[in-house]
C-alpha cells in the first residue's frame, strides 16, 4: 500500500488545477479515495462528520451482497449442469474452457458448479462495469464533479437481476438506459427518483421480452444446444401454466412436478435470475444492512406486512383459474424475486422515504403490490419489480405526509398545555 500511495502523490499535481491532466481529475480521486482514506480537513463552520462516508456505505452493501453473488455463480452452474446430463450440449467457448480446465459438468461438484456458473456472471458484471462506468466517468468529467460511488452498487445489482442467457450487448444496452435515464438526466447520484438497476431491468424486460421472460431463458443452456421438451421454466412461471388450475393444490402439483421443495426454494437451487433465487443469501445480506444501519428494517418489516395480509386475504377468496392465489406466504417469499428486491431494492436510500413512518408505509405497499401483480397478471408473475418502480414514484409524497402528520401533532400537543 505504500508504494501505491507513493505512486499517487506523485502523480497527484498532474490531476489539479493547471496541471496536464486537470480534466481527468474525477478519475484520479475515484481511484485514490477509493484505495485511501481522504485526507481533506473541514474548512468553514464547524458540523458534524460521520466516520461512514458514501464510499463505505456502498462498499457496506457490496459486502452485503456477496451472498447472493456466491449462490449466483453456483446456481447458475448447477442448473446448466443438470440440463446438460440430460442431453443438452455445453456452449461454444465456455464449453471449450470447461475441457480445457477439466472442471467436468457434474452437478455434484460444487467447483464444477461456480466455475461453469462464473463463466456466465463474470462477462455480465464485466459489460456491466465497462460501460456503465465509463458513462458515470463521463458525465463526472462534462459536469466537472467527483465520481460518485453510487454506481459501484447499481453495477453489483444489476447482474443479480439478469437471466444466465442475457446476450451482452442487450446487458451493455440496458445499463446505459439504467445510468443515463434512470439517474444522470436527474442530476447524479442522490438525485434519482427510480432505482437505476431496476430501470435497467425493466427497459430490457419491456424492450426485449423473449431474452428476458418465458421458460427457456433462466438456465444457462442456449436454446440451440438445449434437448427437446427440456423447460427451465422458473417456480412462479411454472404455477401460472398450471394446465389444470381447478385442481385442489395445482401450485403444489406445479412445484412437485418440477422437483421442487420449499428447502430448494429457501436455498436457492431453482432456476431464475442469477442472484435472486436465495432467500437465505437475502436473509444473510439484511442481517447485515440492518446491523450497519444501512438498510431501513422499516421498510423490510414492512413489506412482509403487507405480503401477508395481502396473501392471506388471495388465500381466503381462492380461485379454481389462477393457481397463484392458492400460494400460501411461506412460499411466496421464497419463489421469483422477493427477498432481493425487499432487501436490497426496495431500501436504496436515494429512492425511498427518508421519514421512519414514511418508509414503513412505503414498505407495506411494495409488500401488496409486489403479491398483488404476480397474483392477477399470470401473464408477469414476478412483481417485484413493478411494484419498487412504482412506489419509488410515491415516497416524497410519502415523506410529506409523514412530515405534515408530525406538524399536526406537535402543534395539537402545544396547543393543549
Not at 448447477?78 to 440430460?86: K, S
Not at 458515470?136 to 454506481?151: D, L, M, P, Q
Not at 427437446?228 to 406445479?254: E, M
Amino acid at each position: 500500500m505504500k508504494f501505491l500511495r507513493e505512486l499517487h502523490d506523485k502523480f497527484e499535481p498532474l490531476f489539479h488545477k493547471g496541471g496536464k491532466l486537470e480534466k481527468l481529475y474525477p478519475m484520479y480521486e475515484a481511484h485514490d479515495t477509493l484505495l485511501f482514506t481522504p485526507g481533506q480537513v473541514t474548512r468553514g463552520a464547524s458540523h458534524v462528520r460521520d466516520t461512514l462516508d458514501l464510499k463505505r456505505l456502498m462498499v457496506t452493501v457490496v459486502f452485503a451482497l456477496i451472498p447472493c453473488i456466491l449462490v449466483a455463480m453456483y446456481n447458475t452452474g448447477y442448473q446448466a449442469n443438470i440440463a446438460l446430463a440430460d442431453g443438452a450440449s455445453a456452449e461454444s467457448w465456455r464449453g471449450w474452457v470447461m475441457d480445457v480446465l477439466g472442471f467436468g459438468y457434474s452437478a455434484t461438484n460444487p467447483l464444477a458448479c461456480v466455475f461453469h456458473g462464473a463463466l456466465y456472471y463474470l462477462p455480465v458484471l464485466l459489460v456491466t462495469f465497462i460501460v456503465g462506468g465509463h458513462i458515470e466517468v463521463a458525465f463526472a468529467i462534462i459536469r466537472r464533479h467527483e465520481v460518485n460511488e453510487g454506481f459501484l452498487v447499481t453495477g453489483m445489482l444489476f447482474p443479480l437481476i439478469l437471466p444466465p442467457t442475457i446476450p451482452l450487448w442487450q446487458v451493455a444496452l440496458g445499463i446505459s438506459f439504467g445510468v443515463i435515464l434512470g439517474k444522470e438526466v436527474f442530476g447524479g447520484t442522490g438525485m434519482n427518483i427510480f432505482n437505476p438497476a431496476l430501470m435497467a431491468r425493466a427497459f430490457l424486460f419491456f424492450a426485449y421480452p423473449a431474452q428476458i421472460s418465458g421458460d427457456k431463458v433462466w438456465t444457462a443452456v442456449t436454446e440451440a444446444n438445449q434437448i427437446d421438451g427440456y423447460s427451465g421454466a422458473t417456480a412462479l412461471g411454472r404455477i401460472a401454466g398450471s394446465l389444470d388450475p381447478s385442481a385442489p393444490d395445482a401450485w403444489r402439483s406445479a412445484l412437485d412436478g418440477m422437483g421442487v421443495s420449499w428447502l430448494d426454494a429457501f436455498l436457492g437451487t431453482i432456476p431464475g435470475s442469477m442472484g435472486e433465487t436465495s432467500a437465505l443469501a437475502c436473509l444473510l445480506g439484511a442481517a447485515l444492512l440492518i446491523l450497519t444501519g444501512i438498510g431501513s428494517w422499516r421498510i423490510m418489516a414492512g413489506g412482509v406486512i403487507g405480503s401477508l395480509a395481502i396473501t392471506l386475504l388471495l388465500n381466503a377468496v381462492g380461485s379454481e383459474t389462477n393457481a397463484l392465489m392458492n400460494v400460501p406466504f411461506h412460499w411466496q417469499v421464497v419463489l421469483g424475486g422477493w427477498a432481493f428486491g425487499l432487501v436490497f431494492m426496495a431500501t436504496d436510500p436515494v429512492s425511498a422515504p427518508y421519514t421512519d413512518r414514511g418508509r414503513f408505509i412505503y414498505g407495506i405497499f411494495i409488500g401488496i403490490f409486489a403479491i398483488l401483480i404476480r397474483v392477477v397478471n399470470p401473464a408477469y408473475p414476478e412483481g417485484m419489480m413493478l411494484a419498487i418502480l412504482f412506489m419509488n414514484m410515491f415516497s416524497p409524497l410519502l415523506d410529506w405526509m409523514a412530515k405534515r402528520s408530525n406538524i399536526k401533532r406537535r402543534l395539537a400537543r402545544y396547543a393543549a398545555v
